[in-house]
């Protein structure tokens, strides 16, 4: 990411808006407490990203603060706005200041710490190796010692002379001492460490890791071309020749003996594998939402959304977010809800500007400049309605399947009315767009 490559604050509203949810809604205490102190801390995030205190992807996120200050990193890679050497003043702190005759605030100890006695206590330290480094900013004054116990008085004054602004603020120096972990290392011959390499045996679990991926691989490859035969008009799961299931049968019995009880894994494959066993019980209980995941594995051209978050962090819309957005658009054309929320129906329609950028993505200019028209910051979202898999299929990409010609998917809609109907949604089982000032 360049300097100019900033991240999207979308993300750490998401982050925050999770960490709320959990705080309301987890029944573990410790755990509602936990989600509290996070949704602080990204609402923090989200505040100073906003008034452009935090500059996400720079080498100096934080306003106003040097390179080589270490910042506290949250998830995603997100600054939280302190510096990690930015701590509260210790009471080993304090004590040192008193066996130097100093005031007990961090400022006046740490230029203590360059007098004679100072210097002094810190050359103990490094050539006794006793001291422990939390951040990297703790060693600082210890390479002053060096340099000036070398005669390097010039760069040990550059090196303070960097350092004296932010003295009163950051800890330059290890307050602990180095702790006995039974732990070391060890210093021996190359050829020597060579030898001891070449001896090593591969972790059991490694080796039973590779060969299982060898086994299975050869397996997916005929689950995926299985499917691939069911294709008719663009979807899986239309037609299955005369002796799928057969072959289905076949192939579920290998992959059972090779995988034991581990049939029902999580992941991609593991939703092939489940579509399969209910296919050979009876193809009509498919779920639409299955039907969409194998349209994916078999790689067809439907504009699926499966993956928001990269997205929004990098501040851009892949082709297939366009190209969703207009199957949404048309079907909520002249809809109470596009007048009430005054969506730009006819001039998203109306985009065609799909162009190779970064990593020779497809992208849409257009689009992200229309998600971002008329406010300061437009978030562009797929509601998050839950987890069991009626809900799901909203997510999915409701408006392109109930445009479908396809017969079987139509039917899945009386299904989907009947599951969901009663129940009491977070959010509107729409693509939508929602503004924050």
């Not at 970064?358 to 309605?385: D, E, H, I, N």
Request: aromatic share 8%; glycine share 6%.
């Amino acid at each position: 990411m360049s300097e100019t490559d900033e991240a999207n604050p979308v993300y750490a509203l998401g982050e925050w808006s999770k960490a709320l949810q959990t705080a309301a809604e987890h029944p573990d205490g410790e755990t509602r407490d936990r989600a509290r102190a996070k949704a602080d801390s990204w609402r923090g995030v989200f505040q100073r990203m906003l008034s452009g205190l935090l500059h996400i992807g720079s080498r100096a996120p934080i306003r106003d603060t040097p390179v080589w200050a270490t910042p506290e990193v949250m998830k995603g890679g997100f600054a939280s706005g302190r510096l990690l050497a930015e701590k509260p003043f210790d009471p080993r702190e304090r004590e040192l200041a008193e066996n130097l005759q100093v005031e007990p605030r961090r400022g006046p100890l740490q230029r203590g710490l360059l007098s004679e006695s100072g210097l002094t206590f810190l050359l103990d330290r490094l050539q006794g190796r006793d001291y422990e480094l939390e951040t990297p900013e703790e060693a600082a004054l210890l390479v002053v010692a060096w340099l000036a116990s070398h005669d390097q008085l010039t760069a040990a004054a550059a090196l303070v002379q960097e350092l004296e602004p932010w003295m009163d603020r950051l800890r330059f120096f290890p307050i602990r001492p180095m702790r006995s972990t039974g732990q070391g290392l060890i210093l021996q011959d190359l050829e020597l460490t060579r030898n001891n390499l070449r001896c090593l045996k591969p972790h059991p679990q490694y080796v039973a890791m590779r060969r299982a991926i060898r086994q299975r691989k050869p397996l997916l490859d005929r689950l995926v071309a299985l499917w691939m035969e069911t294709r008719a008009d663009g979807w899986p799961a239309q037609q299955y020749p005369a002796d799928w299931a057969e072959r289905g049968h076949q192939l579920f019995n290998d992959w059972r003996r090779l995988n034991k009880n581990r049939w029902a894994e999580r992941g991609q494959t593991g939703t092939l594998r489940h579509c399969l066993a209910v296919a050979l019980l009876d193809p009509g209980q498919l779920s639409g939402r299955q039907v969409g995941k194998l349209a994916r594995a078999a790689a067809l051209p439907l504009p699926l959304v499966e993956e928001l978050a990269v997205d929004i962090f990098q501040g851009e819309f892949g082709e297939k977010f366009l190209r969703s957005a207009q199957c949404a658009a048309r079907l909520l054309h002249d809809s109470p809800y596009q007048r009430y929320y005054r969506l730009p129906v006819e001039r998203l329609l109306a985009l065609d500007d799909v162009a190779p950028a970064r990593f020779k993505t497809a992208v849409s200019p257009g689009f992200v400049a229309l998600c971002a028209y008329g406010w300061r910051q437009l978030v562009f979202f797929v509601s998050r309605l839950g987890h069991d898999q009626q809900r799901q299929a909203l997510e999915q990409g409701l408006a392109l399947l109930e445009k479908t010609p396809d017969e079987f998917l139509r039917r899945q809609w009386e299904e989907l009315g009947r599951a969901v109907a009663g129940r009491p949604l977070q959010s509107p089982p729409w693509l939508g767009w929602k503004c924050i000032q």
